[in-house]
């Protein structure tokens, strides 16, 4: 595999080694320091004249920094003749600031993909992003591969009685994914407006009751929406254990306690990003085999597509 | 207002001719043909020099003549020194194309939105996009207005017993919108797989029964969200005389047949694209004062934080 | 030929069907349909990754229409990896708008050409332009191949006694090319001021009396051009049996009617432009071979000198 | 006229300080000198922060000192805050490498437009480009003013029987302009391939029999158009009398001696070029007027219209 | 002040404040919080359309995020229609990053410039950077105003038996401006090599003997320079009170412990940085009157030539 | 070495032919002219499709021709499908003019980088720029190479006596690269303010009594600043006999006749510039077999660490 260079920032360095395992390649050799006034410092320490680099690291928070460790050691890259840099994602901070809110706002989004562009990239590989319309948002082309099949995979399935449940509107598209590789049917967890007033409730559609769910969503961050979606499935009949399996586990502020006191079978995430659990012992199913997979047809010019989201 | 110019393409020079009379400022004249080998030839017929253009065209179909048509008219004022451009498309085409679908697919939108970018425009003015998170695809700053405020107080609000009803996931922020105005509930039309098997079925999720719905969505296209929707909005025991509303109006293919032969008390659609509605007698709600507010608040730096999509 | 794509757009089947016969190459397989809704759908079925890519598509009448397509089907291909990406358009609409000229105008030419830049196209091929300053317009690199070779040889030359004659004063560089491959005196017909009234006529620079005329232009659009040019050269002298030989057969509006009632032997066009002949029976030499050997060369990096328009 | 910087480089003092004098504006005080080593050091005297500025510079040979004089200059006023930087270049050099001609050459007159887009200037304002297609060449926008009013009206029109002459094909449309201007009919000298061999002559299209011939062109370099265009006319039988026309002197190698060898009655040029003509007495009518009127209403946000190439 | 906005981020509130009272014109209300999962969310408050925006955001450690924050409230702003976009960083991070020191590195610095154009602004306000050819380094036009005159005029001049010394080879400039303000001869502290082994020693050049030092620098980072010139100082017999004065304070590490252990009779830095100096009784001049001054002559267009460094 | 393409324009055949030599791999033929009104004319002779091109040409004075010259001939090769293109520039013009220093300057030096930027070249390689600090300057990837190697190897060192002597500040990192590789002690000379009045002397720090000085410096321009290093030198008491070695000999203006006055026993620089030196016998080091392994390297995929400064 000659002319392939697999580097890595500081965000997640267990999933780097364990691609560059399934590879069988070796993590380039690197300096990613700091000096005494805080400047982040990055060397290359083999030559990548005419290499094909992928660069891996998820803008995981504090993203900031990921963000800008990747464009200092995508520069040196560049400078040092890289041919082609490719920047490998698995999760991507701000894909939901993709419109302004509430007023003058940033697009955070965009923002962070014209960085990408301007950090001399020529590619970026991202995997189950917030929206299927960020591909849209990024200047440079997207490979956005999709871990539902290894998630779905690694989901002990409890049954046909069990039911994916998307817990908001957002993941239904989502869910639909989850039920198509697992053959089971779908129910969906929604806030909706139920009179003139200013009042919404949580129900559910379709039939849960006495199922097993298997709650999906792209992203665990403070727990709060798996909470809701869990009180809304028990109030609907639902079997009281569940199963929650999201790619992205980030598990900030009080996830991981409340998601500990939840009537939950399993948590699945992938190793995306370099979370602690704690407590709660969340299965990590690894991203290494798929960003392994990704990377070898990349550098032999080979199709992705079925490892492509299709949405 | 001197220093302000507006020139309109021809997709709609009804909608055209009503902003400038709300504004009190007649269309520039322009020419606007073909030469007989079938190039387009425009011209601009008063001086634009440093001048702040407002060119009011929708990428309504036959997109590409509208799109190409609008770039020459940008080509042509900035060559002639104005001084900012702003592209008015009340509707725009391919919003949808914003992700790779099933394959090797192109990213319509944003092809569009690099296509203005090069075109020299400076800010692009938008009504009701398919999505929100389409401001992250244009790299050109989006005002992105809403038509939901005239067509909510446009519509006869049958009373209390009405219910918002979203044909289709995608719309049920727009519904949310649309209720808070009204002052009404939210009902929710979805499709779901029912099974393992590739079984799905339209279902409608909030209380609709003996209710008036109000079915709200931001395009109407062949009629077929809306005709489905009916179908199973009645088969949920609503009320069977219902309205739709939506902000644009293509009626394509069989749209108007189909629409003709439902239950509908009203079709409200706006101005935004000049399509033909025929022997369905939808009521048009003019974008023009919109617009004409729009392009004057730009054209004074005021703010236009109350007429943007807040999502 | 390993790494070459070959694909084509919807505007000329039957010429992009020759030249992958030419190259004993198949067209990749491609979707390009219209929505209800009128926008375009454009679809590759085949893995393009690393590959080089040859997109063939003439701009030709409805060249908006053609033009986008183009570009999304680059877009396309951009995004799923293509190394190279070389649009074939052997004929390119907007080619005479490359000035402004009474006013306040595009310049049709220069926009075409930064659309295809912003498009993500590496090199543009394209056939005997209506000027050779086209190549200055382009940022892309041009590849400006010729056709009078081919047209030249497939002219069943009528003796010693024929001359090259030009139409109007734009084609005498290319009439000169023709004489110069037919071995034949050149004429030119012009029109001229002839007082200081507003009075033109058209006469004729050169001996034609009793010689068979080859008119030549770069293409073909209504005929007029080439109805005064006989006219002119009746009244000169010249044999009333001629032969016309243009690269671009666009044959528009009553372009058929008018050339079928001149007293012309043979009417010679390529095939760059699918357009219809009816009565008139032109006869079609095929650019399958030059724009074959062309995408060949380009593919193994060997030099296109001696196809190219010197001028 | 607050805010304008009229700025010169040292191409043609002469002329700036009459632009400067028609507008009773002063030039901006500035450096431009060469540091012992050669580099060229420009400094600008006054403040321009927030300025609209017009960089006085012709492209005359040799045009690589004034044109990266111009461009250092540029790019001071940019660094010190300039708010518009137009050039104003009466003369373009490279204007004839529009193209690739024999073989693997640049397109010259591409790459100075894009070396003046690379260095910060807004606009180009240029006189009587050697091709009106050198607009599609230019990115910047660019204001094509002609001295064909100015010239033919310094003309002493020798009366009824003179004739406009074009010394050769491409001057044709210049001809057109003189002699609608001068209310006189127009011929032209043209070299034509006269058989099968590689033979050319010169001959005369039009009548000049006993006529005075006002020969008109673009610009005059070695003379040698005019030398073979006036030994054409005379044998054609032409008033042995006659004038020369043209925008631009460069007068180059033998162009004084040869002209000064010939029966003109008068030869007139204009001053965008600061060339010495020495013994030969050419006339000179200044542009200064045409660009100061130019300038002026670019300043004020002015229709030029009418002081512009229609072609 | 009409159409000023005076915007700040969260990295140094004080002097944005301070800058704000000098100017009399309030900082814009804005939002600058983290979301849950660690991503930053800006927001403005008040209306910027049209408005001439200055930013004020030293991007001091940690500089990612103050860059960050500084590009996402630049993203706001471009959106909300603001006229201008003016980065006010009165520290700017990365700036010794500006070539490849031992190999495979960043050009950090280049990276920090790249990035503020990607960002929209239109001109970036910095002071007393590392070295003033960062001026090349940046694509947007940069005013880099000096502090020394501020910080010059502050010190207690301890007499006419003073010397400036400059601690290293880098800040013997900086070191000749402080003396001509004050008055005074340079000595230089510099590590020369002494032979041909690798033994270097640091030396002082100059007379310092019995003469108060007054040691500058542009930054102090971990005080380590300032330790060792003092020692240098001392063993050449220089009177053992002494001053030392840097534009930018940064106390990084030990800096702090390490200079109040020093015979200083005081420590003058400017309030660039929001650094805390804890034990060390460092005196702060404020940049206010100075940013306030170049931010209102910018506003009014007026030259900012005497406040700049001169290099 | 297939599809490697030398290619030299005028400024120094010598060199170019002797790297060509090195590599064994033949100059390209090429044109490189004047037409008659003085603009250049070049043009590539053999085919360059898909090669690796490297344009050897210094930017020596005149700086502005062998600029243009450069960049035409960077745009015939773009054209004509270059697949890399490399400015191999041992010298470049401008490189001090890096920062705006009295006023409102242009900064030269970031022009010049830009220029190459838009000229379509991808990579630079300079040998011993004016400050290392110029890698962020160009926006092209830069291969700083170093000629001090080849310099000290080729000095005969007068034994343990001899020291390496700064001539200013400026050289002083360079002064420590020679020192390492010659094993010798380094001497500084400066000019340093000695009291509150403007006086400035020359000193020098570190023992240069009867010792040989080795002066070293970037490059010679009017020789003026080794002449005054010599004359401090003197009067430290340093031999009367030095040796000067420098990469660039210009020799502008008075330096032959300067150098020549001075007790030299040896003035070596490199051929980086095609100067002449008349009675200064000044021996030149080849720059070629550095220049030769460079472009081995970089058309190899090969590192250049070691060839290049480090500083």
Chains 1, 2, 3, 4, 5, 6 share one sequence.
Do not use: W
Not at 48 to 70: C, K, M, N, T, W
Not at 152 to 166: H, K, Q, R, T
Not at 243 to 263: D, K, Q, S, Y
């Amino acid at each position: 595999m000659s002319g392939l260079t697999l580097l890595a920032g500081t965000a997640n360095p267990g999933l780097a080694g364990a691609v560059a395992s399934e590879l069988g390649h070796p993590l380039a050799e690197r300096e990613a320091a700091r000096f005494p006034d805080g400047e982040m410092h990055v060397e290359i320490r083999t030559s990548v004249r005419g290499h094909d680099i992928y660069l891996i690291q998820p803008a995981s928070p504090p993203a900031e920094e990921y963000l800008l460790q990747l464009l200092l050691l995508a520069d040196a890259c560049r400078r040092a003749g890289a041919a082609r840099l490719t920047a490998v994602m698995p999760y991507v901070a701000y894909a939901r600031q993709d419109r302004r809110g509430t007023g003058r706002e940033p697009v955070g989004a965009r923002l962070i993909a014209d960085l990408l562009a301007t950090g001399g990239f020529h590619r970026v590989v991202a995997v189950d992003l917030h929206s299927p319309a960020l591909e849209g948002v990024f200047t440079l082309p997207l490979e956005h591969l999709t871990a539902v099949p290894l998630l779905a995979e690694a989901i002990a399935v409890p049954g046909p009685d069990a039911v994916v449940v998307s817990p908001d509107l957002g993941a239904t598209k989502l869910a639909e994914r989850y039920a198509r590789q697992l053959d089971l049917p779908v129910a969906l967890v929604h806030k909706r407006r139920v009179s003139g007033a200013e009042v919404t409730v949580r129900g559910v559609t379709g039939d849960v009751r006495d199922r097993i769910p298997v709650v999906v969503d792209d992203m665990i961050t403070t727990g709060g929406t798996i909470e809701a979606a869990v009180a809304a499935l028990l109030e609907a009949g639902s079997a009281d254990e569940m199963i929650v399996a999201a790619t992205h586990g980030l598990f900030v502020g009080e996830a991981v306690r409340r998601l500990a006191a939840l009537p939950l079978r399993e948590v699945l995430v992938t190793d995306s990003v370099a979370a602690q659990t704690g407590e709660l012992r969340a299965r990590r199913v690894t991203l290494a085999p798929l960003l392994a997979e990704a990377i070898r047809r990349l550098h032999d010019d080979r199709s992705l597509a079925d490892l492509l989201v299709h949405a």
